[in-house]
Antibody
Framework: QVQLVQSGAEVKEPGASVKVSCKTS????????MHWVRQAPGQGLEWMGM????????GHPQKFQGRVTMTRDTSTRTVYMELSSLTSEDTAVYYC?????????WGQGTLVTVSS | QAGLTQPPSVSKGLRQTATLTCTGN????????AAWLQQQQGHPPKLLSY???NRPSGISERLSASRSGNTASLTITGLQPEDEADYYC???????????FGGGTKLTVL
């Protein structure tokens, strides 16, 4: 069965970077785009961008230009999202989610807390 | 980025019918159609429907989705306590080249 397993919670200081991983199994890794969506405490869902695991190509909204990097390791079927120059406004649960007829499978979420 | 518009909350009684709405524009909902997601407290979202009216396997037949123009709707019949959750719509926006979400609707089952 399809599984997306994310790395554990992180606490970072303002200005630091965080790298979240999402290990996949149960399907052809290169056949589906992977997206990252975040959710600040008590807030809604926010799309951060997408990665094509087949060729590593990525795209993200202007809001995250220059701050977000999405990569993958095909040998371990893992995708990564790195967010730099963290501020308190980046405190959120970060989800990876597979695209197949919208977002059909989700990771369990990774809480990133930005605090001094 | 511009998002989709959902009412913040809807309350209905047990076994009643709730209809949730999601309004976008001709670049997102009206063009590519919408998907609906359910999020229980403390859990990741779960896909309920995609491309306006398609239901993934395992999703209850009490849920049905539709679209009219730039507005998508999710109807839940025979409301049960487990239907109490946050519901989000999403769509690809071709003018933004971005996925957009609604702000979410909190459904309360009385």
């Amino acid at each position: 069965q399809v599984q997306l397993v994310q790395s554990g919670a992180e606490v970072k200081e303002p200005g630091a970077s965080v790298k979240v991983s999402c290990k996949t199994s149960g399907y052809t890794f290169t056949a589906h785009f992977m997206h990252w969506v975040r959710q600040a405490p008590g807030q809604g869902l926010e799309w951060m961008g997408m990665l094509n695991p087949a060729d590593g190509g990525a795209g993200h909204p202007q809001k995250f230009q220059g701050r977000v990097t999405m990569t993958r390791d095909t040998s371990t079927r893992t995708v990564y999202m790195e967010l730099s120059s963290l501020t308190s406004e980046d405190t959120a649960v970060y989800y990876c989610t597979r695209e197949s007829n919208s977002f059909d499978y989700w990771g369990q979420g990774t809480l990133v807390t930005v605090s001094s | 980025q511009a998002g989709l518009t959902q009412p913040p909350s809807v309350s209905k009684g047990l076994r009643q019918t709730a209809t949730l709405t999601c309004t976008g524009n001709s670049n997102n909902v009206g063009d590519q159609g919408a998907a609906w997601l359910q999020q229980q407290q403390g859990h990741p979202p779960k896909l309920l429907s995609y491309r306006d009216h398609n239901r993934p396997s395992g999703i209850s037949e009490r849920l049905s989705a539709s679209r009219s123009g730039n507005t998508a709707s999710l109807t839940i019949t025979g409301l049960q306590p487990e239907d109490e959750a946050d519901y989000y719509c999403s769509a690809w926006d071709s003018s933004l080249s971005a996925w957009v979400f609604g702000g979410g609707t909190k459904l309360t089952v009385l």
